[in-house]
Every structure is written in structure tokens, then in C-alpha cells.
């Protein structure tokens, strides 16, 4: 079954007494395990596509079904814990806390979850920073880290809980392309050793060419595949 | 949860000139009320001695004794019957002690006080003789010694008289002069007697004022009344606090055995004459009161001061409450990113209100904690200083010629607790603010 699926999925923003409609009407699949680009220019609905199958905010028509379930029908509390259990976001501007080192930053999912022994946790918070190559980087906060750094400990702190789907808007933005690449390159690499679905956004060509499938999208519709 | 803590800790670390500027707020005001708490219990502290030595046992054995229907004297007859009763039946009694209660004048050639006179038998009086403090003649005598002359002990010898230093500066005199002192007797002729005074003492307030301590036997002749008479008897127990409670036995115990007990009023005895006067009996009633009876004219100081200083502590409060709601908001507002950013990973609402609660708490508390500690060691540095009060009108508020300030153990827990408790309560708007930030707040870019 598929991890994502989008139907009719309209949102629009009120804006004083204008209403500004971001998606008009999206239909959209997105497989297990999928490396999925969504691009377009600015202002296309990147952002408001993500934001919905992240649970973090509700599509005001249609349907979003985010692991079968169906987000327009869940409480507050419910979205919650499917962000939690389900989801790992990686920001535009790394959004990493400030006053946590890395291995606190990567392990603040596992704490809130509470699934894991402290034992095991610590272990899968080491294992991922080793992945994401931030082993001597352990105490440090992210004041004290480059950009591309950060957004490895936020990809290490997305992936941690194991999640279903690991969203990503324009995670390179803020990045160098050499640094931007390696990331994608990163991501590129944990969707293949650990089957993760990813699904980020971007408008850069070169990071686009690294995707197995692009999504198109124009003033809030799919423009091709 | 730990991380919590850790988060909310890093974040006041993280602004700690907001947190130093609030919490020194905070601790300003813990420090203040444990102050005006210490100022408070010193002055219910100098009541309680002052009472007690001066004016009242922990429980008075006092009556009148009606020759008329239409006259009344403070006297209890048959006295040692009277403390026989007592030994049986209160258990834990420390000591009783007689005192007659008179009223008069005492005149010098320099001036003249109207005062209580106290007829006492100084060789029983142990207790007041460990409380009181005698003066230093420079005390009331301009250009007197700086030293203390005179000895209590010396009451014990007729035809003397002790007093306060405040009586004794108005009427101008230094141990070894003479007074005279003249009472009116009940059909309105007066009678006089000399005496030498051997005694001053240091002031303890308004009490002071009132009280003129002779021997029991110059009482009893000025009064023309009869040895086996007394004002009445004051009782001490080992607790202070099981006075009224003994002061209700009492009250049956002498009803069972046959004596008119008067309606307990909680007024000291000089106010019930009128009543007495007025009701139409003749002989002895029994009179039985506790000490917060006999000085329940003072209690207004008391109730006065914590009027003030709730009000003082009450504005300081809100003023402190309306800082912290302001501080918190400016603060969870500056954070909506990151906020949005938990709620984004999976925090939920009420982890987040926990968190921002949590915060001003562990504020609240460490700055309530460091400003009752400081509080309290600025009140017993205070008390230890034993700073005097020149002012007559404070020492009669404040029954101390000195700044007295007890700390209590208990404030200083109970401040802590409700201060802290208050400063989070003050965050609960700010932390529902944070709480009601929609997660879709972390994807803005605005860094
Ligand atoms: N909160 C909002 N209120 C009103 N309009 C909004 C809001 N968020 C987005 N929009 C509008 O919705 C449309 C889509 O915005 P969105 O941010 O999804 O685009 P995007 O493709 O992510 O653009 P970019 O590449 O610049 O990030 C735009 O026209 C935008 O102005
Ligand atoms: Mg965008």
C-alpha cells in the first residue's frame, strides 16, 4: 500500500478578505521507500505540500492519507504522535535547538517517544551521528557547528526514530552546493541501506538530477512526473 | 522528564540577564516578606514577653469583689484557696505569682504620671526579674551615668517603688529619690504613702507605661485591705499555647465549686468595670482570663502591621506577577521557531505548557530560595545588632525599646513554596501561548 496518497488536496490560505489558494487540487502517490523530488518555482506550493503530508498543518479540501491514515480526521493529539512515531522532518534552516549538544539534539525524539532503554538509545544516537560523520562532534552545540554540519545533525535527529517517511523542504537552500550534494548524497545513501521514503523539495537542478522520480508542481497543480 | 529540565535550565542559562534582572525581582520580594514576617513575629514575640512580665500569667486567676451592688474592686479574696484550686486541677503549671492590681498617681516635685500600680512580692518574682532589663541612668536622667544603678531586690523592703525609664524621665527622678504615690479609695477619699525609688527599668513599649511596681504590703495599707486578698493570681504552664484551653477548664472547675465565674470577654480587667458596676450582685466573682485577654488592646499593632505588610507584599506581587507574564511571553514569542520546531518532532501541547512552566518554576524557585536565605539572614543580623528605637511612638508599637526580628523556620519553607508556586502560576498564560503555537510555525525561515 502506498506510504502517501493525496487526493483532490486543496489549501488555500485566507489573506484579510482575499483567499490565496497555495494547492488546487493535488492527486498524488507516493510509494514505500520512494526517493521522491518535489520541484517548481517559488511560490509553486512546495512548502504547503510538505507541511500537509507532514502532518504539521491540514489540507482544507480532499483527502491526505499519511501511512492510511487519514489526517483530516485526526485530533490534534493524534497528528502528534503520528509526527512522532511516523515522521522526521529536515528543515530549510536546520531548526536544530540551540541550547542541546548534538547527542542531545539527536536523542530529544527518542526521549519523547520513551520507546527505548537508555542503553539501547544511546546506541542508536551514536550509530546515527556516526553515519551522518559527526562522531567528534558529540558535545558540541549548534552555535559552535557550519551549516552543513547542522543539517547533518538534523538529518541524524530525523532519521533516529526510524520513521516511515523522512520529509525535507529545500534542505540545501541554506547550503553550498559541494556541501548541498554530499547531503543529498547522504540522504541518498540511508534511503537505500535503511529503505526510509524520503520526500524533499528544491528548485536546484543539480540536486534534482540526483532524484529517482520529480514531481513538477506549478501555482499549486502537478505539472508532469 | 529530564530533558525538560535540561531545556528549561539551558534557557534561563541561555538569557541570564533576563533571568538574573527577574529573578533578582523575585528574590527582592522573598527577602521582603521573610523581613516584614521576622519584623512581625518580633513584635507578636516582644507582645507574648512583654504581656506576660508586665501585665498578665499565661492565665489570670482575677475578679471583683462587690461590698454593693453599685461599686466594684478588682480583688480576689481568700487568694490561697483560690491557688489551691489552681495546683489541683491544672496539671503542668510552672509557677503562680500574686499581683495586686491598683491605679493611681505618682507624683514628684518635677511632674506627675497616672499609672497602674502592681503590688508585688519581689522575692516570687523570678521570672519578671529575668525578663525585664534595668536602664542606665543616662537612660532617664539628662547627663546621668552610663551605667545602671539601683536593685529590684530592694522591693522586697517597704515604702519602695519601681518603675520604667519612660515614667521615670517624666517625672524627673533617679534612684534614691523619693515619690508619692495616691490612689482613691472606694467613697472618693484619697490616701498617699512616700516611697524611695530602687529600681528603674529599660522600656518595653506601652506596657511600660502603665506599670508601677510596689510591695505587696504598701499596696494593702494604701487599699486598707486585708492580707488574705489579692488582685489576682497569675498563672505560667509549660506551654503558653494550652492557655485558653485551661482558661475554659478553669472556669468550670470554679463554677463546681461554688464560685460566681464571670462570662468570659476577652478585655483586660480595667475595661469591665463599667459592667461589673452596673450588674446586681454583691460579694466575689471570679474573673478568668488568658494573657491575649488582658492586652487584647494591643493586638491592633499586631493586625496593623500584617494589614500593611500584606498589602506591601500584594503590590510587590502583582507588580512581580505582571514582570514575569511580560518577560515569559517576550521569550516564548522569540522562540515560536523552536517551539514549533518540538511540537514539528512530536512534542505535544501540554509537553510544551510543562516546559515553559517549568521554566519560570525552577526560576521562581532558585530566586525565592536565594531571597528568603538572604531575608533571613538579614533579619537575624538585624535582630543580633540590637539597634535601638529612639522613637517613643515606635516603641510602643514595635513593645521593644530595641528592633527585635524573629525568624521563623516554617516562613521561610512557606514563602518559598507560595512564591514559587506564584511565579509559575504568573507563567501559565504565557506557557498556554506557547502551548496553542501550531507546529507549521518551525517551517518559517526568519531566523
Ligand atoms: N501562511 C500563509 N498565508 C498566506 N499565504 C501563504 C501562506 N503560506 C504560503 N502562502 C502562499 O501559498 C503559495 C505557496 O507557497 P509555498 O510556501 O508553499 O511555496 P513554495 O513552493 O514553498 O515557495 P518557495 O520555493 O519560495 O519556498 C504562495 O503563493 C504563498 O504566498
Ligand atoms: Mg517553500
Given amino acids: ?225 | 522528564m529530564r530533558v525538560l529540565v535540561h531545556i528549561a535550565l539551558r534557557n534561563l542559562f541561555q538569557a541570564r540577564r533576563r533571568t538574573a534582572l527577574l529573578g533578582s525581582a523575585i528574590a527582592l520580594v522573598s527577602a521582603s516578606l521573610i523581613l516584614l514576617l521576622s519584623i512581625a513575629h518580633g513584635i507578636e514575640d516582644s507582645l507574648v514577653t512583654s504581656a506576660t512580665t508586665l501585665s498578665a500569667g499565661h492565665v489570670n486567676v482575677g475578679g471583683f469583689y462587690k461590698t454593693t451592688a453599685t461599686d466594684a474592686a478588682p480583688l480576689i479574696t481568700d487568694k490561697a484557696k483560690l491557688r489551691q484550686i489552681v495546683m489541683d486541677n491544672v496539671p503542668g503549671v510552672e509557677g503562680i505569682i500574686e499581683r495586686h492590681r491598683g491605679w493611681g498617681k505618682v507624683l514628684s516635685p518635677f511632674g506627675t504620671i497616672q499609672s497602674g500600680l502592681q503590688g508585688v512580692d519581689i522575692s516570687t518574682e523570678k521570672r519578671f526579674l529575668e525578663r525585664i532589663q534595668l536602664a542606665k541612668e543616662s537612660d532617664y536622667v539628662e547627663g546621668g551615668r552610663d551605667e545602671v544603678v539601683g536593685d529590684p531586690s530592694k522591693l522586697a523592703q517597704p515604702r519602695t517603688v519601681m518603675m520604667f525609664a519612660a515614667n521615670a524621665r517624666k517625672l524627673g527622678v533617679r534612684v534614691g529619690d523619693e515619690v508619692t504615690i495616691q490612689i482613691e479609695l472606694l467613697g472618693g477619699a484619697t490616701n498617699t504613702l512616700d516611697a524611695t525609688l530602687v529600681a528603674v527599668a529599660r522600656d518595653v513599649g506601652m506596657l511600660s507605661s502603665f506599670a508601677v511596681l510596689l510591695p505587696t504590703q504598701d499596696v494593702l495599707e494604701l487599699y486598707r485591705i486585708r492580707p488574705e486578698t489579692t488582685g489576682a493570681l497569675w498563672v505560667y504552664l509549660d506551654d503558653i499555647d494550652r492557655a485558653e484551653a485551661v482558661r475554659a477548664d478553669l472556669a468550670k472547675v470554679f463554677e463546681a465549686e461554688g464560685y460566681r465565674v464571670m462570662d468570659h470577654v476577652a478585655a483586660p480587667f480595667f475595661f469591665k468595670f463599667d459592667t461589673v458596676m452596673g450588674e446586681d450582685w454583691t460579694g466575689q466573682s471570679i474573673d478568668l482570663t488568658t494573657w491575649e485577654d488582658e492586652v487584647s488592646f494591643l493586638t491592633w499593632v499586631l493586625t496593623a502591621f500584617n494589614a500593611v505588610s500584606w498589602s506591601l507584599v500584594t503590590v510587590l506581587v502583582g507588580i512581580i506577577a505582571v514582570g514575569i507574564m511580560n518577560t515569559l511571553y517576550t521569550s516564548v514569542r522569540e522562540r515560536t521557531r523552536e517551539i514549533g520546531t518540538m511540537r514539528a518532532i512530536g512534542m505535544t501541547r501540554w509537553q510544551v505548557l510543562g516546559l515553559v512552566l517549568l521554566e519560570a518554576g525552577l526560576l521562581g524557585l532558585g530566586a525565592t530560595a536565594l531571597g528568603t536565605v538572604a531575608g533571613a539572614a538579614i533579619a537575624t543580623g538585624i535582630d543580633l545588632l540590637n539597634l535601638p528605637v529612639p522613637i517613643l511612638a515606635v516603641q510602643a508599637i514595635l513593645l521593644a525599646d530595641t528592633l527585635h526580628l524573629k525568624v521563623v523556620p516554617s516562613n521561610l519553607v512557606a514563602g518559598v513554596v507560595a512564591l514559587s508556586t506564584f511565579t509559575a502560576l504568573a507563567a501559565l498564560w504565557p506557557a498556554w501561548q506557547a502551548a496553542s503555537m501550531r507546529p507549521v510555525s518551525a517551517m518559517s525561515h526568519i531566523e
Fill in chain 1, 1 to 225: 500500500m502506498a506510504i502517501v496518497q493525496l487526493q483532490g488536496v486543496v489549501k488555500e490560505y485566507p489573506l484579510g478578505k482575499l483567499v490565496v489558494s497555495a494547492l488546487r487540487g493535488i492527486d498524488m502517490t507516493i510509494e514505500r521507500g520512494e526517493f521522491t523530488v518535489i520541484a517548481g518555482p517559488s511560490g509553486s506550493g512546495k512548502t504547503t505540500l510538505l507541511n500537509l503530508i507532514g502532518c504539521v498543518d491540514v489540507a482544507t479540501r480532499g483527502t491526505v492519507l499519511v501511512d492510511g491514515q487519514d489526517t483530516g480526521r485526526l485530533s490534534d493529539a493524534d497528528l502528534t504522535r503520528l509526527r512522532l512515531h511516523k515522521l522526521g522532518f529536515i528543515f530549510q534552516s536546520f531548526n536544530l535547538i540551540n541550547v542541546l549538544d548534538v547527542h542531545q539534539n539527536v536523542e530529544f525524539p527518542l526521549l519523547l517517544s520513551g520507546t527505548l532503554t537508555p542503553g539501547e538509545r544511546d546506541k542508536r544516537v551514536r550509530s546515527l551521528i556516526d553515519r551522518v560523520g559527526l562522531t567528534e562532534q558529540l558535545i558540541q552545540r549548534p552555535a559552535e557547528l557550519s551549516g552543513g554540519q547542522r543539517q547533518r545533525v538534523a538529518i541524524a535527529r530525523a532519521l533516529v526514530t526510524n520513521p516511515a517517511i523522512v520529509l525535507a523542504d529545500e534542505p540545501t537552500a541554506n547550503l553550498d552546493s559541494g556541501t548541498g550534494a554530499s547531503i543529498i548524497e547522504l540522504m541518498k545513501e540511508l534511503n537505500r541501506t535503511e529503505g526510509t521514503t524520503f520526500i524533499f523539495s528544491t528548485h536546484d537542478h543539480a540536486v534534482m538530477s540526483h532524484a529517482r522520480r520529480i514531481v513538477k508542481i506549478r501555482d499549486g497543480a502537478v505539472e508532469s512526473e
